[in-house]
């Protein structure tokens, strides 16, 4: 018989296929699936507009075989079936789908879409098969033809008989070497494992004979081996299902069989979008963030289906990094999916299901903030951060998409609240929305700084996590409300000017000269304190840096050694200002001893480290003495 060869282009094409299109070689099962599910669905449709035919699904089916021995894989489909020409203008030309064809045809538009568009897939079994065979049987011919190539030099089309519709495709596996394992496509519960990772929502069962042990009957401890014949797929996914069909329960398993993760989730969302672009999604809210979330080794993505078919593990595009910790899958027909259906064309169509997506997540947050406010702080206990991350990133641009997610501790509530909260509150004299910031929320409290913010009767935000402030400082205000530092210069109240070191008496100005003498540049400014109410000395800061930024950012690897300006301010009616005083005035030499011990502490307050503890420690002895 003698062998046609493939097209010219067709043999640099199947070179190509085999060493270069596809990153995975177990993904040619998935495209011989894909085909066979496509050949099906193609007698679905000619089922429709013949009346000869009926189509009964349970006819229907997708059979894998495995022949060890002979290292032989099969897959059978009872689909439409190929004639001779068919064979020969599909399989014997690369890069033409009669798929496609077909769709165009028949204008196929509903959700019975078939997969196939490019026209290479059925070649990627030349990446695991050293011998291919094709026997078909269409159901417009009564001569079944048998089609066989071993590669690149050609294929050979002959009469063969076969009793049924459809077509069985046999891959003659190539030896292994110790770079390839070509032996895990011939053991059952490999090609189960691909199957189900692929093909799982593929709409027809996908059978296979599967070896088991299972108990005898009537026996607790007697195994025998069983050969049953299994149906490997889910076929209806789930997200196809009507909501109305299924249960929180449903969605939970679907979350532990996709291992999603190993909690609960919080929150499901099931969308399905029939506009410009169709598809279907669910997202997940997980409760706990997995170990390597806060850290460059995780990876932010959905899963993505094209009509059932897993086309990516994670497709990064479709989530925004603030919301990273979605989990889940879409499911879109109208995808344009490149040749290896492994990136897409578009990044338009993606960009648009993510803008959806986006506004779906926000609304779901925002409902779980409104009704059911525990469950938001375990979420926001796993995830704030994130949000907060988002806030500050990308130039603040998605600042307002967030600013309604975030939460914060009240000095007044001692709890949790929104900004919107923290608004509606406001006193009617109050400008600010007043923050501190500090390692933790105890810490913050006793905090000189906030003395006379509170003593006002105003409502303190607790920052404690690094990135509090600069994801505030991003945000400027809420509602037209501005953030303000208890601990910056200037606290802004109206009804109180600053007390100049001038308009002391001379005494009193005498100390405060004395002091930025001894502290030199390490200080701005030493000035007299109108916030502080029992405390003698505390730090605060000129300028946008804070010294919590200041922290922050002496912990960067790149660190540029960016410093706050720092005034100290001092209580001019406490005792210890009261004792200076005589001191300086006395000419007592432990006026320096004084001043540095008061800096040293206000540092302390502030958890910055002391600069030089031995010397601190020195002053201390001199003034015990
Ligand atoms: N099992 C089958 N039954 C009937 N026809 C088939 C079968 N497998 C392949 N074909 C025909 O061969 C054509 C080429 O298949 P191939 O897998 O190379 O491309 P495709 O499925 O059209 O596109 P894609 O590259 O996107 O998968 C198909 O379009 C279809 O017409």
Same mark, same amino acid.
């Given at each position: 018989m003698a062998k046609q060869q493939f097209e010219a282009e067709s043999k640099r094409l199947l070179d190509l296929m085999i060493n270069s299109i596809y990153?995975?070689?177990?993904?040619?099962?998935?495209?011989?699936?894909?085909?066979?599910?496509?050949?099906?669905?193609?007698?679905?449709?000619?089922?429709?507009?013949?009346?000869?035919?009926?189509?009964?699904?349970?006819?229907?089916?997708?059979?894998? @075989?495995?022949?060890?021995?002979?290292?032989?894989?099969?897959? #059978?489909?009872?689909?439409?079936?190929?004639?001779?020409?068919?064979?020969?203008?599909?399989?014997?030309?690369?890069?033409?789908?009669?798929?496609?064809?077909?769709k165009h045809e028949n204008e196929i538009k509903d959700g019975h879409d078939i997969i196939g568009q490019f026209g290479v897939g059925f070649y990627a079994a030349f990446m695991v098969a050293d011998q291919v065979s094709v026997t078909s049987k269409s159901v417009h011919s009564d001569t079944a033809?048998?089609?066989?190539?071993?590669?690149?030099?050609?294929?050979?089309?002959?009469?063969?008989?076969?009793?049924?519709?459809?077509?069985?495709?046999?891959?003659?596996?190539?030896?292994?070497?110790?770079?390839?394992?070509?032996?895990?496509?011939?053991?059952?519960?490999?090609?189960?494992?691909?199957?189900?990772?692929?093909?799982?929502?593929?709409?027809?069962?996908?059978?296979?004979?599967?070896?088991?042990?299972?108990?005898?009957?009537?026996?607790?401890?007697? *195994?025998?081996?069983?050969?049953?014949?299994?149906?490997?797929?889910?076929?209806?996914?789930?997200?196809? #299902?009507? #909501?109305?069909?299924?249960?929180?329960?449903?969605?939970?398993?679907?979350?532990?069989?996709?291992?999603?993760?190993?909690?609960?989730?919080?929150?499901?969302?099931?969308?399905?979008?029939?506009?410009?672009?169709? *598809?279907?999604?669910?997202?997940?809210?997980?409760? #706990?963030?997995?170990?390597?979330?806060?850290?460059?080794?995780?990876?932010?993505?959905?899963?993505? *289906?094209?009509?059932?078919?897993?086309?990516?593990?994670?497709?990064p595009e479709l989530l925004p990094d603030y919301f990273s910790f979605v989990k889940g899958l879409v499911d879109s027909e109208d995808l344009s999916l490149n040749i290896s259906r492994e990136m897409l064309q578009?990044?338009?169509?993606?960009?648009?299901?993510?803008?959806?997506?986006?506004?779906?997540?926000?609304?779901?947050?925002?409902?779980?903030?409104?009704?059911?406010?525990?469950?938001?702080?375990?979420?926001?206990?796993?995830f704030g951060r994130q949000l907060k991350y988002g806030v500050y990133s990308d130039f603040g641009q998605n600042k307002e998409?967030?600013?309604?997610?975030?939460?914060?501790?009240?000095?007044?509530?001692?709890?949790?609240?929104?900004? @919107?909260?923290?608004?509606?509150?406001?006193?009617?004299?109050?400008?600010?929305?007043?923050?501190?910031?500090?390692?933790?929320?105890?810490?913050?409290?006793?905090?000189?700084?906030?003395?006379?913010?509170?003593?006002?009767? *105003?409502?303190?935000?607790?920052?404690?996590?690094?990135?509090?402030?600069?994801?505030?400082?991003?945000?400027?205000?809420?509602e037209g409300k501005a953030f303000k530092s208890v601990s910056s210069g200037d606290l802004g109240f109206e009804d109180e000017e600053d007390t100049k070191v001038d308009d002391l008496p001379e005494t009193d100005q005498a100390v405060f000269n004395k002091m930025k003498e001894i502290l030199g540049d390490k200080v701005k400014d030493v000035k007299p304190s109108k916030r502080l109410k029992s405390h003698p000395v505390c730090l605060t800061n000129q300028g946008d840096i804070s010294i919590e930024m200041e922290k922050v950012l002496s912990m960067m690897p790149d660190n540029q050694g960016i410093e706050a300006d720092k005034v100290l301010e001092v209580n001019t009616d406490h005792d210890i200002f009261q004792s200076l005083k005589e001191a300086v005035n006395d000419g007592n030499d432990n006026v320096e001893a004084y001043t540095n011990i008061l800096y040293n502490q206000a540092l302390l307050i502030e958890g910055l480290s002391i600069e030089d503890p031995i010397s601190y420690t020195n002053d201390v002895w001199k003034v015990l003495k």
């Open positions: 990153s995975k070689r177990e993904v040619f099962l998935r495209e011989l699936i894909s085909n066979a599910s496509d050949a099906i669905d193609k007698m679905y449709y000619y089922a429709l507009t013949d009346d000869q035919i009926t189509f009964d699904p349970n006819d229907y089916y997708i059979r894998v @075989d495995v022949d060890q021995d002979n290292r032989q894989l099969t897959v #059978k489909d009872t689909g439409i079936g190929m004639t001779k020409d068919e064979l020969e203008n599909n399989l014997g030309v690369i890069a033409k789908s009669g798929s496609l064809a077909f033809y048998l089609w066989h190539s071993e590669g690149a030099d050609g294929y050979t089309i002959e009469p063969t008989t076969k009793d049924s519709i459809g077509t069985t495709i046999t891959l003659t596996l190539k030896e292994g070497s110790e770079d390839e394992d070509y032996d895990q496509f011939l053991d059952p519960n490999q090609l189960q494992t691909i199957i189900k990772k692929y093909s799982d929502f593929i709409r027809y069962p996908i059978k296979m004979e599967l070896t088991e042990q299972k108990l005898k009957d009537d026996s607790e401890e007697e *195994y025998e081996t069983v050969v049953e014949d299994k149906t490997i797929n889910s076929m209806v996914p789930i997200w196809k #299902k009507n #909501k109305s069909e299924l249960t929180d329960d449903d969605y939970k398993q679907f979350y532990h069989e996709k291992h999603y993760g190993f909690d609960e989730p919080l929150e499901h969302i099931h969308v399905s979008v029939d506009g410009n672009i169709r *598809y279907q999604a669910i997202l997940y809210i997980p409760e #706990k963030a997995p170990f390597n979330y806060y850290s460059q080794e995780y990876e932010k993505g959905l899963e993505l *289906y094209s009509n059932g078919v897993l086309i990516m593990n994670k497709a578009h990044d338009r169509q993606l960009k648009l299901i993510e803008k959806n997506l986006v506004k779906k997540i926000k609304q779901e947050l925002l409902k779980m903030l409104r009704n059911d406010r525990e469950k938001y702080e375990t979420f926001y206990d796993s998409t967030l600013q309604d997610l975030l939460l914060f501790y009240s000095s007044t509530e001692e709890k949790l609240v929104t900004l @919107d909260e923290y608004v509606e509150r406001m006193k009617d004299d109050q400008t600010y929305i007043y923050y501190a910031t500090g390692e933790n929320h105890t810490r913050i409290d006793r905090l000189p700084q906030t003395e006379m913010v509170k003593d006002k009767g *105003y409502e303190i935000l607790y920052f404690t996590d690094e990135v509090d402030e600069f994801a505030i400082k991003m945000l400027a205000e809420y």
